[in-house]
């Protein structure tokens, strides 16, 4: 089972700042398969990146992510307030379980 | 504009059964794998299972596997969760979602997701 662990576990920062979040897997995982989603309180998580840098269906292009191999980012170039919300990493590469990260909730001051 | 509707959830003892439902619509259901999410509460998102457009390619997570039964009839766009033997520790917000095809797989990341139903296993 590939293991994916994210960090920071929280993070807060200020409207305009750049957010780095990182996703580190425990094996190397194919490009075509990391997702990032971003999920804010009471709602269903909502697609951001998929193969590690493609951005989904409208999503703005503050949004970008990167990475290969067992480490992976997604960066947002200027935080904006409804940018707090809980992000996630995900796998699909070949076999299951495609497990998720544990998470990184980002705060705006 | 594509959607899907998770039904089904509900409260119910430990070692009782539930089934949930999820509909679609809005797009062209059979072609695209479909999968189970759940979340516990105050938790992060754990995949639970996951069936190919045609039904015929199933998979599951070890905490659910021999329990939970994954299955879809695309003559009513509409996926289900049949849950036996539930534990207190599947107590979550049930989602489904629908999987983003790449090149390599069906399989691919979740890009429509459902409101999630809630299933408590409490006696």
């Known amino acids: 089972e590939i293991v994916l662990t994210q960090s920071p576990g929280t993070l807060s920062l200020s409207p305009g700042d750049r957010a780095t979040l990182s996703c580190r897997a425990s094996q190397s995982v194919s490009s075509n398969s990391l997702a990032w989603y971003q999920q804010k309180p009471g709602q269903a998580p909502r697609l951001l990146i998929y193969g590690a840098s493609s951005r989904a269906t409208g999503i703005p292009d503050r949004f970008s992510g990167s990475g290969s191999g067992t480490d992976f980012t997604l960066t947002i170039s200027r935080l904006e307030p409804e940018d707090s919300a809980v992000y996630y990493c995900q796998h699909f590469d070949v076999s299951p379980p495609w497990t998720f990260g544990q998470g990184t909730k980002v705060g705006i001051k | 504009e594509m959607q899907l509707l998770e039904s089904g959830g509900g409260l119910v003892q430990p070692g009782g059964s539930l089934r949930l439902s999820c509909a679609a619509s809005g797009f062209t259901f059979a072609s695209y794998a479909i999968s189970w999410v759940r979340q516990a509460p105050g938790k992060g998102l754990q995949w639970v299972s996951s069936i190919s457009g045609s039904g015929l390619s199933t998979y599951y997570g070890d905490p659910v596997k021999g329990r939970f039964t994954i299955s879809r009839d695309n003559s009513k766009n509409t996926l289900y969760l049949q849950m036996n033997r539930l534990r207190a520790e599947d107590t979550a917000v049930y989602y489904c979602?629908?999987?983003?095809?790449?090149?390599?797989?069906?399989?691919?990341?979740?890009?429509?997701w459902g409101q999630g139903t809630l299933v408590t296993v409490s006696s």
């Open positions: 979602a629908k999987g983003l095809p790449t090149a390599v797989t069906p399989f691919g990341a979740f890009d429509i």
